[in-house]
């Protein structure tokens, strides 16, 4: 009677599996090039819009609502050369170089308007708003917390003082991460920042890293870092007080920026355009596309199926293709168990509806990928006896198409 029970308990457990999500062909595609009257060298996306720093252009607002069609919106010029850009509610935050930190209303995107203003007193490279206070990668002078809660007057709150030129910083919790530069001898690293009380960041550790660090983006316990000729840095930063360096990747060109969507890292890579990385196990990322932007790739915003690029003088747009499914979810509701093995049996049956989600996987066309559970890429009565040897755990684990794996971004 255990064993049966048991048993039992083991099938139902098998039968409400939700199975993970592996890695996928991904590509990327050209869409269009939009030109810009400066340098891009930042951009943020908050909806339809697009936020260019643009160099000595200050701030360009792109309506990106159609990605193929995008349009300007409405710009401002601001007193030094605007390096990176940070949206939150109806303020556009711009690290603007010599002039510091300015603070743009943008609540009418047509005519966005200086606010504020703080001088850094040195060079403003990136900002990352959260909460009240701004963090400002600030060259030479350390890293800066100003206090935007009124933005129409930002006062200095903390600072945080090192000997490297410190240029991106990205905040999680109670810790600001920020890249520093080194030149003798040549290296940067990603430092680890303190700061549960604004007023007094405090150093507590960091992750050494060669020929020097930039952009950074913080996805779950990991911090990618971009380190222009070394290219792709990853750091296990679960523990901050001790990160860890896990995998590496040298890019072609010099790594600017990166941005991390989902199991996808991309890297603006200046002269070498774009790349596209999968980093589902981040101690080997994979190269799964690279695009040559024809200009500078400084930045880059992932949104949807695409891929904006502040690219020099033109907004480059790219669209990613790919297929995101999961193994055996065939009626497309997130999970994958014994609804939809009578799902599958009901349409091969000729009395319910097809799968909704259909792949095109060269050379076999398009197939029901997440209901070909035995790799054999196509979808027949094999699959469905496949599927409930699996859930009865007499049978092997499920398998995709090798052409067009299973993932989800």
Wanted: aromatic share 12%; with cysteine; net charge negative.
């Amino acid at each position: 009677m255990v064993a049966l029970v048991t048993r039992v308990v083991m099938l139902f457990i098998l039968a409400i599996l939700v199975l993970t999500p592996g890695a996928i062909a991904l590509s990327l595609e050209f869409v269009t090039n939009y030109a810009l009257p400066d340098g891009a060298f930042g951009i943020f996306l908050v909806g339809n819009l697009a936020y260019i720093a643009n160099d000595t252009s200050g701030l360009v607002i792109i309506d990106i609502t159609d990605p193929y069609g995008p349009f300007t919106v409405g710009s401002i010029s601001t007193p030094g050369f605007t390096r990176s850009a940070f949206v939150a509610g109806n303020y556009a935050y711009v690290a603007d170089g010599d002039s510091g930190l300015q603070v743009i209303d943008i609540s009418d995107p047509a005519s966005p308007v200086i606010v504020g203003s703080y001088d850094t007193s040195g060079t403003a490279l990136t900002v990352y708003v959260s909460g009240n206070y701004a963090y400002v990668a600030n060259g030479y002078s350390g890293m800066l917390v100003v206090d935007v809660s009124n933005p129409a007057n930002p006062a200095l709150f903390g600072s945080y003082l090192n000997a490297g030129y410190n240029m991106g910083v990205e905040v999680d919790g109670s810790y600001a991460y920020l890249t520093a530069n080194f030149l003798e001898p040549d290296f940067g690293d990603m430092q680890v920042i303190d700061i549960s009380d604004p007023a007094n960041p405090t150093y507590v550790a960091s992750g050494l890293i060669p020929g020097g660090a930039y952009g950074i983006d913080i996805s779950g316990q990991y911090a990618f870092v971009t380190a222009f000729d070394y290219g792709l840095r990853i750091f296990d930063i679960s523990f901050p007080p001790s990160p860890v360096q896990m995998g590496n990747y040298n890019t072609p060109g010099s790594a600017r920026h990166v941005f991390v969507d989902s199991n996808y890292a991309f890297v603006a890579d200046n002269l070498s355009g774009v790349e596209a990385f999968d980093i589902a196990d981040p101690n080997i990322p994979i190269l799964l596309d690279s695009y040559d932007t024809q200009g500078m790739a400084s930045d880059l915003y992932v949104a949807g199926d695409y891929v904006y690029i502040a690219d020099n003088f033109s907004l480059y747009i790219l669209r990613i293709l790919g297929c995101s499914y999961m193994a055996g979810d065939i009626n497309d509701n997130g999970d994958a168990n014994g609804v939809d093995i009578t799902y599958g049996v009901n349409y091969l049956k000729g009395m319910g509806a097809p799968p909704p989600l259909s792949c095109d996987c060269p050379p076999y066309g398009s197939i029901f990928a997440a209901a070909d559970v035995n790799g054999s890429c196509q979808y027949n009565g094999v699959d469905i006896t496949y599927f409930v040897n699996f859930l009865k755990g007499v049978g092997p684990a499920l398998a995709s198409c090798p052409e067009c794996p299973a993932s989800a971004r």
